[in-house]
């Protein structure tokens, strides 16, 4: 008796359908699971830029001039003066006890030393222990000052009979114009949703594949698969896969259609070059859990190892701190991680619009993933006909 | 002696506790699975994630200049921006296409363009205007961009100011140029580095995510080591719901005392993060924190009906705890209805508690309302582990009764059966 390969992959693949509807535990990885993150993140970080951080003010100098310069620091987006302290170490508590992220510090005659041109000193202090809104307070403490500062150059200028133009030019000989490429509103949730969200999708691809492959030898259905695909582990893998590929598939094709489509994400090299990446992610991690589950031979230690892979991936792909700042050997380590790709390939297509041609070898690094699972192909088929599940 | 006195209740209670703290220990320890979360992920991945984050900051970002004045002016102002910590000029380009095509082969991260005019500008004494073209695939290449330009131009301004000024004296100098002069001060975090902010939540979130897969792990495998995939054995040992939780709590509190006090006090010392936390308040309030975790994890783990699947189910919540916590995203920037879920979790109120006592030097005091809030988890998880464990026991207690029950009346049809053809 023989079946067409055709037909015996057509058999596998409706099995693992029916396998996938039977354990409610895939339906939480696969749909549920990124559902909820795509959701929490683009919500958590709905403002893009965090608008109205607390801070506090020690003003000893209490002047019309210092009130000023406190409603004016209060009017900047970022930057919202909650509290006002009556010394410096009210202020340093509120900030241990974590009410705001920086205070202002104006000494007693401040004013009265300004006026006579005897350079009062201004302090603000910045906590750092919350990078984000230590550095965009900072920003706008330091804008503030400056602007306070060149008021009272101003004024002294217009007093001498300067024009508005000579003015400025004294002031400011040299201004910066700061270009942010194609982020111009510096928001945080496109530059770390982009990868974020397909990060989630990797990691439980990850898992996924390593315990669909793992439970086949737990329940000791491992032998049925191989005799439906006549002991071929090509035709297994690839029918038992096939519907994980087109449920992921699904999953990033939502991604995609929501951040570029929905929320307007930029996508400037078109919506094409980014789905081809997102296919080549999804395949790629998927063939990184067969590898981990062919290598490792037991469900436990390949999920165990899908997990820290999986997760580590987040910090080493380089899209909050920078891989060039990493060790040397972070930064080849990074390679093998095919997230790191994916975020090379988004930056260069969809953030950049730059041709895809720019980022070949990212797109050669994912190939050569789906290069990993024939490595590992014997092993996996001496598995999935001899290893007995030993809890 | 009365065998249901109190005294009785209670010794029978406190020698069952230890009993099954020292199986639950011999479990953990035999179990490879569980050995992993509760061992090798707490040594190793505080390490690999310090290690990743250990430069701090992101120096010598590679910039590309379009010069199209090139004075002997804009040249100054070049050197000046190359000679920040933050910004390397990669190379000169002769026009805004040749700079493009770096920053497209990611040669180059920014692009700073001097105008045709900036030398002709400053000698009329008028405002010139410098552009950074930043690549925004990560915001520390913009910061060092925008930090190191806007360093050279503020003390060029300077330079320019006192030379129009023609004062006679250092002083003069100094009070035209600032009015008002001014300093700042980076609290707690001295480079304003990304190791030192981003690594004391990570050390905390370890634990509690360690705890819960480590937990749920060994609650699988008891299962599914169970012939009726009960949670609990129906032994002698294991009949009151007190002595259970207490007894699993208490070894879980044991490892967790040794792996947290590496966590939290050896690796922040060995890659030189600020510490300086004193040594009672981090202990008083890691207590609460670690069992706000272990009865969390032990009410979370009576849903894992399967060994792996807690892996499935608990792994990809790190990332989002670590955002909901206000740590990488500031907490004051969370959306209402996500801080209200966010106090679900142990991690929330311990990060930024932690983070507070061990970088910021807080006392208890100033961490009282996290610390409050981890004693509160501890009760409420407490009282849930203990009513989910009530009712895993009802469950086991019921399939014993359930089988005896089957066995009896097997015995009595075989012997009517018997008796029938003895008849």
Redesign the interface.
């Known amino acids: 008796m023989s079946v067409a390969v055709h037909e015996r992959f057509i058999r596998i693949t409706k099995r693992e359908i029916h396998r996938i509807a039977k354990n409610p535990v895939y339906l939480f990885c696969m749909i549920i699971a990124p559902l909820f993150c795509y959701f929490f993140f683009t919500t958590l970080m709905s403002e893009g830029l965090p608008v109205n951080l607390p801070m506090g003010v020690v003003d000893l100098d209490n002047t019309s001039t210092t009130r000023s310069i406190i409603r004016n620091l209060d009017a900047f987006q970022q930057t919202q003066v909650t509290a006002q302290y009556n010394s410096f170490n009210e202020a340093r508590k509120a900030v241990q006890r974590g009410e705001i992220y920086a205070f202002y510090y104006i000494p007693e005659g401040t004013t009265e030393e300004a006026i006579a041109g005897r350079q009062p000193k201004v302090s603000f202090y910045t906590n750092y222990s919350f990078l984000i809104a230590g550095s965009l307070l900072y920003r706008d403490q330091r804008m503030m000052t400056e602007l306070a500062s060149g008021s009272i150059g101003r004024a002294q200028l217009y007093a001498r009979g300067a024009t508005e133009k000579q003015a400025m030019g004294f002031l400011q000989p040299i201004v910066i114009e700061t270009h942010a490429l194609n982020n111009p509103w510096i928001n945080y949730s496109v530059y770390l949703c982009n990868t974020l969200l397909p990060g989630i999708l990797m990691l439980l691809i990850f898992m996924t594949t390593t315990y669909s492959l793992g439970c086949e030898i737990k329940e000791n259905s491992a032998k049925e698969l191989m005799k439906m695909a006549d002991n071929s582990i090509v035709t297994a893998l690839m029918g038992k896969l096939l519907p994980q590929t087109a449920i992921f598939m699904l999953m990033i094709l939502f991604a995609d259609i929501y951040l570029y489509g929905f929320l307007h994400y930029p996508c400037n090299g078109g919506i094409l070059p980014i789905l081809f990446a997102g296919l080549l992610l999804v395949l790629s991690s998927q063939a990184v859990g067969i590898f981990f589950f062919g290598m490792l031979g037991s469900l436990r230690l390949a999920l165990s190892a899908s997990c820290l892979w999986g997760v580590i991936s987040f910090s080493i792909s380089g899209f909050t701190f920078p891989v060039m700042a990493m060790h040397p050997s972070l930064q080849a380590l990074s390679n093998l991680f095919p997230l790191r790709h994916y975020f090379l390939l988004y930056v260069n297509s969809a953030l950049n619009g730059y041709p895809l041609i720019y980022a070949w070898h990212s797109v050669i690094a994912l190939l050569l993933f789906l290069l990993l699972p024939f490595v590992v192909l014997k092993r996996l088929r001496n598995a999935m006909l001899h290893y007995v599940y030993i809890p | 002696m009365n065998k249901n006195s109190l005294k009785h209740i209670i010794k029978q209670g406190i020698a069952g506790l230890f009993h099954i703290c020292k199986e639950e220990l011999k479990t953990c320890f035999k179990d490879?699975?569980v050995l992993?979360?509760f061992l090798l992920?707490p040594l190793a991945?505080p390490l690999?994630?310090a290690?990743?984050?250990?430069?701090e900051?992101?120096?010598d970002?590679p910039a590309a200049v379009v010069d199209a004045d090139n004075s002997s002016l804009s040249r100054e102002?070049i050197r000046m921006v190359d000679a920040s910590p933050d910004v390397k000029i990669q190379s000169y380009c002769a026009d805004m296409e040749e700079a493009k095509a770096l920053?497209?082969?990611?040669k180059a991260y920014g692009i700073v363009y001097i105008p045709e005019s900036f030398s002709r500008?400053?000698a009329?004494?008028?405002?010139?205007?410098?552009?950074?073209?930043?690549?925004?695939?990560?915001?520390?290449?913009?910061?060092a961009l925008?930090l190191a330009?806007?360093e050279a131009?503020l003390s060029?301004?300077k330079s320019?100011?006192i030379k129009?000024l023609g004062n006679t004296t250092e002083r003069q100098d100094?009070?035209?140029t600032?009015?008002?002069?001014?300093?700042?001060?980076?609290?707690?975090?001295?480079q304003?580095?990304?190791a030192?902010?981003?690594i004391?939540a990570v050390l905390i979130l370890i634990i509690q995510q360690t705890l819960l897969l480590g937990i749920g792990l060994s609650a699988g495998?008891a299962r599914?080591?169970n012939r009726y995939h009960n949670l609990i054995p129906g032994y002698r040992h294991y009949d009151g719901t007190l002595r259970i939780v207490f007894g699993k709590s208490f070894a879980y509190l044991l490892i967790y005392a040794v792996i947290s006090s590496y966590i939290l006090c050896a690796v922040p010392k060995i890659f030189h993060l600020?510490q300086i936390a004193q040594a009672e308040t981090l202990f008083a309030f890691i207590l609460p924190y670690l069992l706000a975790c272990i009865f969390f994890s032990m009410t979370c783990s009576t849903f894992v009906r399967?060994?792996?699947?807690c892996?499935?189910?608990f792994?990809?919540t790190?990332?989002?705890l670590l955002?909901?916590s206000?740590?990488?995203?500031?907490?004051?920037?969370?959306?209402k209805?996500?801080e209200i879920i966010s106090w679900i979790f142990p991690s929330t109120f311990g990060i930024?508690g932690y983070?507070?006592i061990n970088?910021?030097?807080?006392t208890l005091r100033?961490?009282l309302p996290e610390y409050r809030a981890l004693w509160l988890q501890t009760g409420i998880y407490f009282i849930t582990t203990c009513l989910v464990y009530r009712y895993q026991i009802q469950i086991s207690r019921l399939h014993i009764l359930k089988r005896l029950y089957s066995y009896r009346q097997k015995h009595k049809t075989s012997r009517q059966s018997s008796n029938q053809l003895m008849n």
């Not at chain 2, 008028?126 to 910061?143: A, F, N, P, R, W």
Request: hydrophobic residues 40%; aromatic residues 16%; negative net charge.
């Open positions: 490879e699975g992993i979360f992920v991945y690999i994630y290690f990743i984050y250990t430069n900051v992101v120096r970002v102002y920053l497209k082969e990611t500008d400053l009329q004494g008028e405002q010139t205007h410098v552009s950074i073209y930043c690549d925004m695939s990560g915001i520390l290449y913009y910061k925008l330009n806007t131009s060029m301004n320019i100011q129009r100094e009070v035209g600032s009015p008002i002069s001014y300093e700042a001060v980076s609290l707690f975090n001295p304003d580095g990304f030192s902010f981003l004391p495998t599914e080591n600020v399967q060994r792996e699947s892996m499935m189910l792994v990809f790190s990332i989002p955002f909901i206000g740590i990488s995203w500031p907490g004051s920037a969370v959306p209805f996500w930024n983070i507070r970088t910021m030097g807080a100033e961490v």
